[in-house]
Every structure is written in C-alpha cells, then in structure tokens.
C-alpha cells in the first residue's frame, strides 16, 4: 500500500541494496500498513513519516540507529563478541533496522518500550527477519522497571538515554555478562514544546563528558557526536 | 466502615472541607467516617526540585505525591475498611453507598473513558508529564492494597520524582494495564466518573454520574460551581 510515489520511491531507495530481503520487506511494509490503519489509525501518519523519512517526532532518526548499527558492524564487535542474545531499549519504528540485526548475528531480541503500541507495530514492521529472529519485548520503563529487563544478553542497546534516569542508576555490572557490549545514545536535544522534536526528553546531556557522566564506568571502545546525538560504546568496568 | 478521605495542602481554605463532607453526607444513604488529611511527611521533598534547570516541558517534581502517601497512611484504618478518597474539588451528584458495594479483590482507580476517544492526543503523551488515562481524583481501596505503591515510591524516589510531572502518569506507567504490574487496579466503569472538562459542556448529554471532577475550571469557577451546585 504505497500511497505515494515519493513512498514507494524511498521504500525502493532503502531496501534495494539488500535484494534476499527485498521482496519480505514489501510484505512486511504492507502488512503493517494493513494493521496501523485498521489497528492504530491514529498512528498511521506517524508510521508512514518515519518510513519514508527516517524521523519522528518522539523516537529516533533512523540517520543515528545505522550510525549505531554500521558502527558495530565496523568494529567488528560482532565478530569478537556474541550478540545473538540483544536488549533494545526505546528503538522507536525498527522496519529498516532488522536487516542491521541479521549481520550483527542477533538471534533473539527484546524490544523495550514505554509505548505498547509501537511494541505491536514493530512486530509487524519486522516480520521480513521473522524466521531468523526471534522478536520478543516489554513495556516498560527501564530503570524503574529494571528488575524486568533481560540480563543474559550480549548486547545492551538504549538509543534514547534522554528519555530516562540516568543509566549508571539502572545498569550494574554485577547484573549483566562481564563480555555484554553496551551502547548509550543521548542528546542535547531539550524540547521545546509542541510540533517540535524532543518530545519526552527528560535527561538532556550538552557534552560527550556530561553524558558519559550519567552512564555507568564503562571501558568506551567508541564515543562520539553528531549534532545533537551522543553515541558510547563499551563494556562494563 | 466507609471512609471517605481527603487531602489538603496549599491554598485549599477550611471551607473547602467543609463543603466535601457537606456535599458527601447529603449524598450517601450509608454512615461513614470522614476525615480530611493535612499532615504529611518531609520525606520526598528533597527529590521535588533535584534538577538544577526546571522548566514546564521537563519532567520530575511529581507534584500532589502526598496522595500517595495515604497509601501508607492508612494503616491506622481497620483492615477490612473501605477508604474512598476524593478530591477537594469534586462534585457527588449521587449515592456513595455505589463505592461501598463494589468488589474489593483490588484497588480501584479512575480511568478516564473520555480520554480514549482521542486517541492521536492521549498516546502522544506517553513521554510527557500528563497521561491522562488515569485521574487520581477518585479512588478506592482497602489499607493496604495500594502499599506497594507506596513502597515502590519510597524505593525509587529519586528516579520518580526525576522522571515524572504528574502521580497520574507515574502511576499509569508502573502500575497500569500494559505494565509488569498490570493487575494491580480495577477501574470504575464508564459513567461513574464525570469530567467538567469534557462532560462540563452545556452540548454534552450523559447521564448523571455518581462523581462528578471539576478539572478544567479556575479556582474562582470551581466555587462559584460548588456553592451553586444542583440540589
């Protein structure tokens, strides 16, 4: 169901490269439609925008979970470490996010959420990996909630820090596998009301520093900005 | 034994009690206990402005989390007591002998049927300071049955108050049907309950309900609306 050419256009753009996928994607892209506008028709706008476009208002650029995802994949943490068990909190629509899923060797995943809607939404939206990966999630808040959260897992992803307490208060090294690889995003992003982004963004970090001053002591293989968004990556020291 | 409870703090004067227990015992065709809380204790108020830059989009603060600690303080009730706490600011259009009738297997909260027909508005605001799919104007218990609320407050207080700007969201997000502690609450059903915001509009036809929540007036309105209420 492609409402528009632009759509199909930029559904075509960003699945191309991946022609084993390509076709499941249609499908899943079209189911999913299917099921936001009879389901969840006041999502439907939401959904098509953030397909199309990569963005939403609440969640994340797509433009910063490839940057999480490629970066994964470029240094190898793949290869040196085992990801088939994976945490992601606060993923927000993940339709082009499951192809990074399959290279980074992710057999089950669990989808963190404070939306159940788009816990629901994205079951479709990944429907294309579905025989390879096992899409399991919670809703929930996930430092009131930790006790909730999976700990045997060997990655740990939270794409929206901002949107909650800070980190160093919900992880502790105790609780995870001494190899787990984690990464953090956060912003400077400060909302700044309606029809704007940063909608929900209650710990904003204006530094690299101030944010890696809310996460847990880590061993960082990689930090980094890119305009507003913050991106460490590490184990747990 | 029906308790009916209050809380004030702020700029609520005494006649506003007064006006509730008025309004409650002209109502009810059962006996019951009133009693309004006014003392409560300092032991959240450090986490109340922990953030150094507050502003109306941040969260945190938690206001009115005196609320939930009635949920402790009720242990000086029986435990076979029903405690029907209500707003100052409501008005009881009919019997609470209602509330004293109902199942108490589980707590009970508002929840705010009216919200749910715009959907595109409420679902926006998961991330922000109003859910307004709980409304703790209204609620029922038994002592006791709402402690661990309470206890998961005073453990996580820090965080709460850090991340919420309201006791409605906080509650919906932590003890509400989608969370890991969906079956902590039973709702009244649909009617029970009014809103002025919504059902206040002269258009609207609904039937009468037992409560009605004056949210959505200014102060002046809400007692120029009391002291004119039906009668």
Same mark, same amino acid.
């Given at each position: ?237 | +034994? ?106 009970? +909260? ?60 906080? +509650? ?8 890991? +502690? ?50």
């Amino acid at each position: 169901m492609f409402k528009t050419y632009d759509m199909m256009w930029q559904v075509l753009h960003n699945v191309l490269d991946e022609p084993v996928l390509s076709m499941k994607m249609f499908e899943a892209y079209d189911g999913a439609i299917k099921f936001v506008t009879d389901v969840y028709p006041h999502r439907e706008k939401e959904v098509y925008e953030a397909i199309r476009d990569g963005k939403d208002s609440i969640y994340n650029c797509d433009v910063y979970k490839k940057w999480c995802y490629k970066k994964l994949l470029e240094l190898n943490l793949h290869e040196a470490y085992d990801f088939s068990k994976t945490n992601i909190v606060s993923a927000g629509y993940c339709f082009y996010d499951a192809r990074f899923w399959s290279k980074l060797g992710i057999k089950t995943i669990w989808l963190y959420e404070l939306d159940e809607e788009i816990r629901k939404i994205n079951w479709r939206l990944t429907d294309y990996v579905k025989e390879d990966i096992k899409i399991l999630g919670k809703t929930l808040d996930c430092v009131l909630d930790k006790d909730y959260l999976i700990k045997d897992v060997g990655l740990h992803i939270n794409f929206n820090c901002e949107k909650y307490y800070h980190m160093k208060e919900a992880i502790k090294k105790e609780e995870y596998p001494s190899d787990c690889v984690f990464v953090f995003c956060g912003s400077s992003l400060k909302y700044k009301g309606p029809g704007t982004t940063g909608n929900g963004n209650i710990n904003i970090c204006e530094t690299l520093d101030d944010f890696i001053e809310t996460l847990p002591s880590m061993n960082i293989f990689f930090k980094d900005t890119i305009n507003d968004k913050h991106m460490v990556i590490g184990c747990l020291e | +034994m029906l308790r009916v409870i209050c809380a004030k703090w702020g700029n609520y004067d005494d006649n506003t009690i007064t006006q509730l227990y008025n309004n409650v015992k002209e109502k009810s065709s059962i006996s019951f206990d009133f009693l309004c809380f006014t003392e409560f204790s300092d032991e959240f108020d450090k986490y109340q402005y922990q953030k150094d830059e507050y502003d109306y989009w941040d969260q945190g603060g938690l206001p009115h989390s005196n609320k939930i600690q009635l949920f402790n303080l009720d242990e000086k009730f029986d435990k076979d007591d029903k405690v029907l706490y209500l707003d100052l600011d409501v008005d009881v259009t009919d019997d609470i002998a209602y509330f004293f009738e109902l199942p108490n297997d589980k707590p009970y +909260m508002t929840w705010n049927y009216w919200a749910e027909y715009k959907p595109e508005e409420w679902k926006r605001l998961y991330n922000i300071s109003h859910c307004p799919l709980y409304n703790s104007s209204v609620m029922l218990w038994k002592p006791g049955q709402n402690r661990s609320i309470y206890n998961f407050l005073k453990k996580n207080a820090d965080k709460a108050f850090f991340t919420y700007r309201g006791i409605d969201t906080f +509650m919906f997000h932590h003890f509400g049907p989608y969370t890991p +502690m969906k079956d902590h609450f039973n709702y009244f059903r649909e009617g029970v309950i009014t809103t002025h915001r919504i059902h206040g509009h002269p258009d609207y036809d609904y039937e009468p309900p037992v409560i009605h929540i004056l949210e959505g007036l200014t102060s002046e309105e809400k007692k120029r609306y009391v002291s004119n209420r039906r009668r």
